[in-house]
């Protein structure tokens, strides 16, 4: 796998539902342990409500869990983790908090409001493809520093770190497949001089898309 969608950003959001309020919080998470812990988090944040709903999954063994935290079974934690579903989101944990207003939902306004809840947050929040890049070593001379940083940005490259001495040495990360273009250019500028390295790949974000 070269590409996986996950949360742009952390965010929060919020809405009444006859006179229920529902407070809702998405995170990207990398582990089980780390999700476990912001679910923690809120549960001791909002003690008093009637309700901590959440759901999780995690890209790192195919990681599926949810809770209904005492709603009617199904209404809350699958409706929420239908929302990542169908969107292909993975690394991202999502809380929705209930406070409970005196009116009850039924089991298909309660399904519409988690539901609601978990797409509020994720279209404000945003979604990031998370993309395989090769990182490369590359070798530069001072009087071609300029044109090779040139030439890195025109190959869709981007440099992550600069060591200097007597000559310069860079670590480039290049799209996945994208590496090549450069390495031909590198040889015409350096007359063959230069060769760069392979170091590893790496998933980088993209920018930040909106849910559909």
Request: hydrophobic residues 35%; negative net charge; glycine residues 10%.
């Amino acid at each position: 796998m070269t590409s996986y969608r996950v949360p742009f950003e952390d965010t929060e959001s919020e809405f009444t539902e006859k006179r229920s309020r529902f407070i809702s919080h998405i995170w990207k998470v990398e582990s089980e342990e780390e999700a476990r812990e912001r679910i923690e988090q809120m549960k001791k944040k909002y003690y008093d409500a009637r309700h901590n709903c959440w759901c999780y999954l995690i890209q790192d063994g195919g990681v599926v869990r949810y809770s209904d935290d005492g709603e009617p079974q199904g209404t809350a934690g699958q409706p929420m983790l239908n929302v990542f579903q169908r969107e292909e989101i993975t690394n991202v944990c999502c809380v929705v908090t209930r406070y409970f207003g005196g009116v009850l939902l039924g089991a298909g306004g309660l399904t519409r409001a988690y539901t609601k809840g978990a797409k509020d947050a994720l279209d404000a929040a945003g979604i990031s493809t998370m993309s395989l890049w090769t990182v490369w070593d590359v070798p530069c001379t001072y009087p071609l520093f300029e044109r090779i940083k040139l030439d890195v940005e025109a190959c869709g490259g981007v440099i992550k770190d600069t060591q200097y001495g007597a000559d310069i040495l860079l670590r480039v990360g290049f799209p996945y497949g994208g590496a090549e273009p450069f390495a031909r250019r590198l040889t015409e500028l350096s007359a063959g001089q230069l060769e760069m390295t392979p170091a590893g790949e790496e998933f980088l974000p993209g920018p930040r898309e909106e849910a559909k």
